[in-house]
């Protein structure tokens, strides 16, 4: 008879950072990538942003794979629908050793996260668990999952949030986000602040930097 066993085990996960950690550092930005992203590359777009009062740290999804075939570029990603909530307590786990990490590297700082994309769903189905509470959340070009639990629930009220939509973003249309904002106000009574940038599903730099600024005060 078939018989699945599940063994805690330890292993290493990759995360990269910017910046300098001391304690003149007053802001630590959890980044969290996208579907099929790397770090070393999503940590690009954050690079124009690091200060002497800023650094940046980027966990790198657990699950790798070729984007094209069985060889060439490397994607990682944070979850598939595939044991999915084994997927969110190892999530849930993971973000907590980075979050108790930044405190012991900087421990006068405040800690926000920005997610793109798949970031945004992984973060906020993490927050409130294992440490993990940041100050502020940035969800970028991302869904908001439609099933937080209570802890999740509660602990984004603690949270300055915003979003940030691509007019042409062709993963979250126009129709996709007016359904998210309805559906976390009728569900949890919940109406974040949401802002729109001209273009599709990436960054926009100039508006990164003016929203990550505006979430630091």
């Not at 002497?52 to 650094?55: G, L, P």
């Not at 908001?144 to 802890?151: A, I």
């Given at each position: 008879m078939s018989q699945t066993h599940w063994m805690p085990v330890t292993q290493e996960q990759r995360v990269d950072s910017l910046g300098t950690f001391s304690d003149a550092t007053n802001h630590v930005w959890v980044g969290l990538h996208g579907y099929g992203q790397l770090v070393q590359f999503f940590a690009r777009h954050f690079r124009s942003l690091v200060s002497?009062?800023?650094?940046f740290v980027f966990p790198q999804g657990p699950h790798k794979f070729y984007l094209n075939g069985v060889q060439g570029r490397v994607g990682a990603s944070?979850?598939?629908?595939?044991e999915r909530l084994v997927d969110i307590s190892n999530q849930r786990k993971y973000l907590g050793f980075v979050f108790q990490w930044i405190k012991q590297q900087a421990p006068k700082a405040t800690i926000h996260c920005v997610g793109f994309s798949q970031g945004v769903a992984t973060i906020m189905r993490c927050i409130g668990y294992e440490d993990v509470q940041p100050s502020a959340i940035l969800a970028?070009?991302?869904?908001?999952?439609?099933?937080?639990?209570?802890?999740?629930?509660a602990a984004l009220e603690e949270i300055r949030f915003k979003a940030c939509f691509g007019t042409q973003d062709e993963y979250i249309t126009t129709e996709k986000q007016q359904e998210m904002i309805g559906h976390y106000l009728e569900k949890y009574n919940f109406e974040p602040l949401v802002s729109v940038y001209e273009?599709?599903?990436?960054?926009?730099?100039?508006?990164?930097?003016?929203?990550?600024s505006t979430l630091e005060k």
């Open positions: 002497e009062e800023r650094a944070w979850m598939t629908k595939d970028w070009a991302g869904s908001w999952p439609p099933d937080l639990d209570e802890t999740n629930r273009g599709g599903h990436s960054f926009d730099a100039k508006k990164l930097a003016q929203e990550i």
